[in-house]
């Protein structure tokens, strides 16, 4: 496992943009897959992009995919999600995850590192 840390939340009106981070700590994120999730209020934790730390290539999910851009830095040991033209409906905690191998993206129960989450929130 490797530690965790979300940053970058905040709330944001409509058409806006953050930039979220999240930090390895403890171990480096060779070999793994890095995504984010995200969760609101009521709702299932869903999938939204994800990047291989060692080949740097990405998916995402077809929500956010004109929207939001993931990156790594390796000096920083850490993955970025650029969320732009924001909506009311992106507002939910934003989670990163790691894993180590295959499977499908968006089954969470295949991560074995999780971070705490941010909070984002975007007011019409």
């Known amino acids: 496992q490797v530690q965790l840390v979300e940053s970058g939340g905040g709330l944001v009106q409509a058409g806006g943009s953050l930039r979220l981070s999240c930090a390895a700590s403890g171990r480096t994120f060779n070999r793994r897959i890095i995504s984010w999730f995200r969760q609101a209020p009521g709702k299932e934790r869903d999938f939204v992009a994800a990047i291989s730390w060692n080949y740097g290539t990405t998916t995402y999910a077809d929500s956010v995919k004109t929207r939001f851009a993931i990156s790594r830095d390796a000096v920083k040991s850490t993955v970025y999600l650029q969320v732009n033209s924001l909506k009311p409906e992106d507002t939910a905690v934003y989670l990163c995850?790691?894993?180590?191998?295959?499977?499908?993206?968006?089954?969470?129960?295949?991560?074995?590192?999780w971070g705490q989450g941010t909070q984002v929130t975007v007011s019409s």
């Open positions: 995850a790691a894993r180590v191998g295959g499977g499908v993206l968006n089954e969470t129960s295949t991560y074995d590192s």
